[in-house]
């Protein structure tokens, strides 16, 4: 039997993704499959790509054609080159992120806000510093405003002592 695999299409429109499947080449694309080895969803960043890796081998043992696409898909996960033993069997699939826990957020959320509060608490600091430092500045210069009122205002009772 003259078997290929190929992709199958799954989802919405506007929203496909695909199983890889391994089928006779003579049914539909949608067809009664022998066998799914993957799927690919072509939606998220980066592409999801799985791929049953010892499944794939055989079904390429035993003479099943890829298509275009699973071909290229097979390259992406290292299969190809695994059966072709050619270099490059690990591939180029790069995997998402993997989402950090409730927990790790919580405490990263906490270290963000103590951070925050410290470099709040330091910049209060050292505004009430220089304020301290112009303070008496200020305190001098509002004394001798005051002496020179007071010369001013004992001038102005005693004009005779003044000259």
Known sequence: MATKIR??????????????????????????????????????????????????????????????????????????????DLPGKEGTLKMPEAEMDAQARIEQAQNEAQKLKAAKSEAEAKAKAAAEKEAPKADEAADAAQVEEAAESGAEENPAAAE
């Open 7 to 84: 992709l199958k299409r799954m989802g919405k429109k506007f929203y496909a993704f695909y199983r890889v499947v391994v089928v006779d080449s003579r049914k539909k694309r949608d067809g009664k499959v022998i066998e799914e080895i993957g799927t690919y969803d072509p939606n998220t960043q980066p592409s999801s790509i799985k791929i049953d890796s010892e499944r794939a081998q055989y079904w390429l043992g035993v003479g099943a054609q890829p298509s275009d696409p699973v071909f290229n898909l097979l390259k992406i996960t290292g299969d190809w080159q695994k059966f072709k």
